[in-house]
């Protein structure tokens, strides 16, 4: 895929996924009587930062571990990581907060107020399309949702799931970006396959 055609791409689905957010947040709680205020509020800046670093920090952990001790050939996606490893960092910190924001926005504040962490982790876990063909991928995409449902139910702000999900995502991508605990390619030599 094309370098320019993937971000757009990439920008594209995050703005669907913010636009569905905010329709369901308004069709299901602003239009019943919930403010936007209430859905968006920061009451306690040192519990998101404190606790979404924490929880970030124990997300990539668990990543590191998977790429270190699982098969590469069950962690290697489709190919898009490896694009995405040539965009610049501050391309990078857009899309990763864009898409933390989005997603969480969606997630965490629209449907897991009504569906509950499991399913709503259940769907989170199947939008990411490109990973159903490679379950760890996939499970290990329904354990950062739950991880960050469980944040949002703890904090009931949704600002430190967005700061946990972005940290996760803009780390790994830029471990990705310098070659550092990503699946190879191809063995080493000595390796086996």
């Not at 995050?14 to 947040?25: D, E, F, H, P, S």
């Not at 970030?56 to 790429?67: D, P």
Request: some cysteine; aromatic content about 14%; proline content about 3%.
């Amino acid at each position: 895929m094309d370098k320019r055609l993937l971000l757009k791409a990439a920008f594209l689905s995050q703005a669907v996924i913010l636009l569905t957010g905010l329709a369901a947040l308004w069709f299901f709680y602003v239009r019943q009587g919930v403010n936007w205020a209430s859905v968006f509020r920061l009451d306690n800046a040192g519990l998101v930062f404190g606790c979404g670093t924490l929880l970030a920090a124990g997300l990539v952990m668990m990543q590191i571990l998977l790429v270190t001790f699982v098969p590469h050939e069950k962690l290697r996606d489709d190919g898009t990581n490896k694009i995405f490893y040539t965009y610049s960092y501050p391309i990078l910190a857009l899309l990763m907060s864009f898409g933390a924001f989005a997603e969480e926005l969606l997630f965490r504040a629209a449907i897991q107020p009504g569906l509950g962490i499991v399913l709503t982790s259940a769907l989170f876990a199947v939008i990411h399309v490109r990973y159903l063909k490679k379950w760890i991928l996939l499970l290990g995409t329904f354990v950062m949702s739950l991880a960050l449902g469980w944040l949002y139910e703890v904090t009931q702000m949704i600002w430190a799931p967005v700061w946990a999900h972005f940290l996760v995502n803009f780390v790994m991508i830029c471990f990705g970006k310098n070659g550092l605990f990503v699946p190879k390619d191809e063995p080493e030599a000595g390796e086996k396959q």
